[in-house]
Every structure is written in C-alpha cells, then in structure tokens.
C-alpha cells in the first residue's frame, strides 16, 4: 500500500519561506531532512517533508571524509542541483561549504547566488553568529534567503575540539541568545540550532520571531531537522545520541550485497526471467550463417 498522502491542492503548495514563517505563528512543527541525491529528495518530496535540506553533511555521510572541511562549492553545486531534479514542493536549502563564506562577503553573495542560479535551491545555509552579521546581511540584501545555524556549527570542530554541545554555561547561553537575536535583525528567515540543552533551545525559540530547527536541541524548537544517513541507519560510522533511526538500511545493503554474491557463486542469478530471449528462428539461422 502506498504511503504518498493524497494532494490536495494546499498540500501541493510550494513551500516558501513565507510558508516557514506561518508555521511558527500557527505554531505548526516544522520538519527538515537532509538529501543529497534525486531519489532521496523524490521520496522526501512525497512524504510531504516541509524542507530539505542539502548539508555539508555530504562530506561525511557520502563522501566518506572525517569532517564537513574538505567538502568544496563544486560538490555542493552538484548534489543540490540533483536534488532539485527530485524535489518540487520542499523548501531546498543549500548548505554554504567551510571557507565559501568566511573569507570575503562579495565571495560569499556570489557563492551564495551560484546556489540559486545554478543549482535550484531556494535558500542558503551558513554557520556562525555575530562574525556573520556582514555576510548575511550582504547575502540577504542580495535577494537571497538564509538560514543561520548556531550551537555545535561543525565547520568549527578544530575551534570546539571536537564536536560538543554548545551553551552549556550561563555565560556561552547568554551569547547564543545575543547571536540569535542578532541573526534575526540581520535578516536570517530561520536558525539550526545544533547540540545545545533543551531549555536553552526552547527559551530562543521563544524570544525568537523566525523558526527555530533543532537538531539535538529537544522538542521546544519549532521544527526538528536530522541528517536523513542517520534516520534510515545508513552511515555505519556512528550514530549521534540524539538521531532517532528509524530504519537500518546498512544491515539490509550488506544483506543484499551478500544474497547477490552467493546468487552469482552459484549461478541462480541471472534466472529465466532475468534473460534476454531471441525467437527460435532467427537462432537456427544464425548458427546456419556462423558455421557456413
Ligand atoms: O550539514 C548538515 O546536514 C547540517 C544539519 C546537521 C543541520 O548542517
């Protein structure tokens, strides 16, 4: 039985920024994943998933790197325009990749467009608080939505050593608010918030106007995003403590791949239905022609 919920013609609406922005005040939860291929957004898309969301996330759960660092603009390009290939009612965000915009702010509008123009996204995402306040303010006076992303930004993991949950004193907690109020003058449309205590997360959902999406940040946000590699249980590295896996895909890749093997051992793949047949007169005719 197919799970596709039934259109109707406000659920085939496009998701908007605008749209994230109701959600908050009928205070509707919003929901965010990340993809990085075309099935992946198809399948998202159909689930009716508000958003998607194209991390840097890549680098590690695709790419096989340690860290979000070495993943590039051209990587990101092309994983976002193959989820948009898939996606249509989404909200899609790309994800700004580490030293994209960190360097100079008409880089990063420029970089900032690429996704866009380029690659079909709807938005751009970019870590850091008040160091960003130029940068998004560029980007956003250029007609370009962003979402900021505040807590554990992993593009920082060499700054944290590590990847830490962020905000834990009263001190670094007073700063996470000061930044999130100051990404929100600066335009931002919504905020990840990443690793920070619960209590924490949902006082700045409070205090906020924009949405807020957590990602280890408990139920007070406004809307939950996961990395969807850690969801279906298909990044067999580790599974952070706050993902809920709903399914585990590795276990059942590493099923099949064996099946396969065995069935190619033993010859019971390819069966009849698998083959290619010619009909019985050609065939005679052929071996006549190969043999004459
Ligand atoms: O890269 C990513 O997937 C992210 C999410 C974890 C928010 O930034």
Same mark, same amino acid.
């Given at each position: 039985?197919?799970?596709?919920?039934?259109?109707?013609?406000?659920?085939?609406?496009?998701?908007?920024? &605008?749209?994230f922005a109701r959600k908050k005040q009928r205070r509707e939860p919003i929901s965010m994943l990340t993809a990085y291929d075309y099935p992946t957004a198809l399948a998202l898309d159909r689930a009716r998933v508000d958003s998607i969301l194209v991390g840097d996330s890549l680098g590690?759960?695709?790419?096989?790197?340690?860290?979000?660092?070495?993943?590039?603009?051209?990587?990101?390009?092309?994983?976002?325009?193959?989820?948009?290939?898939?996606?249509?009612?989404?909200?899609?965000?790309?994800?700004?990749?580490?030293?994209?915009?960190?360097?100079?702010?008409?880089?990063?509008? &420029?970089?900032?467009?690429?996704?866009?123009?380029?690659?079909?996204?709807?938005?751009?995402?970019?870590?850091?608080? &008040?160091?960003?306040?130029?940068?998004?303010?560029?980007?956003?006076?250029?007609?370009?939505?962003?979402?900021?992303?505040?807590?554990?930004?992993?593009?920082?993991?060499? +700054?944290?050593?590590?990847?830490?949950?962020?905000?834990?004193? /009263?001190?670094?907690?007073?700063?996470?608010?000061?930044?999130?109020?100051?990404? +929100?003058?600066?335009?931002?449309?919504?905020?990840?918030?990443?690793?920070?205590? /619960?209590?924490?997360?949902?006082?700045?959902?409070?205090?906020?106007?924009?949405?807020?999406?957590?990602?280890?940040?408990?139920?007070?946000?406004?809307? +939950?995003?996961?990395?969807?590699?850690?969801?279906?249980?298909?990044?067999?590295?580790?599974?952070?403590?706050?993902?809920?896996?709903?399914?585990?895909?590795?276990?059942?890749?590493?099923? /099949?791949?064996?099946?396969?093997?065995? #069935?190619?051992?033993? &010859?019971?793949?390819?069966?009849?239905?698998?083959?290619?047949?010619?009909?019985?007169?050609?065939?005679?005719?052929?071996?006549? #022609?190969?043999? /004459?």
């Open positions: 039985m197919s799970t596709t919920p039934v259109d109707s013609p406000t659920e085939r609406r496009k998701i908007t920024t &605008r749209s590690m759960v695709v790419l096989g790197y340690e860290n979000t660092l070495p993943v590039t603009m051209a990587d990101m390009l092309h994983h976002c325009r193959a989820v948009a290939r898939g996606a249509r009612y989404a909200l899609m965000i790309g994800d700004m990749p580490f030293m994209s915009y960190q360097v100079d702010v008409n880089d990063a509008v &420029r970089n900032a467009g690429r996704f866009l123009q380029e690659a079909g996204m709807d938005a751009v995402k970019l870590e850091g608080g &008040r160091e960003r306040e130029a940068v998004i303010r560029a980007i956003v006076g250029a007609g370009i939505p962003v979402m900021g992303h505040l807590g554990l930004t992993p593009q920082s993991v060499h +700054q944290f050593g590590g990847m830490r949950a962020q905000g834990r004193s /009263a001190a670094a907690a007073q700063r996470l608010l000061e930044d999130a109020l100051m990404l +929100q003058d600066a335009g931002c449309f919504s905020i990840v918030l990443e690793s920070v205590p /619960a209590r924490l997360a949902e006082l700045i959902s409070q205090r906020l106007e924009i949405p807020t999406i957590g990602i280890g940040a408990g139920a007070g946000c406004d809307g +939950q995003v996961l990395v969807t590699h850690d969801l279906l249980g298909l990044f067999e590295r580790f599974t952070p403590r706050f993902v809920k896996q709903y399914a585990n895909f590795y276990e059942q890749m590493e099923t /099949a791949f064996n099946a396969y093997k065995a #069935d190619v051992e033993t &010859r019971s793949f390819p069966a009849q239905e698998h083959t290619v047949e010619m009909p019985e007169d050609e065939w005679v005719q052929f071996l006549e #022609d190969v043999d /004459a």
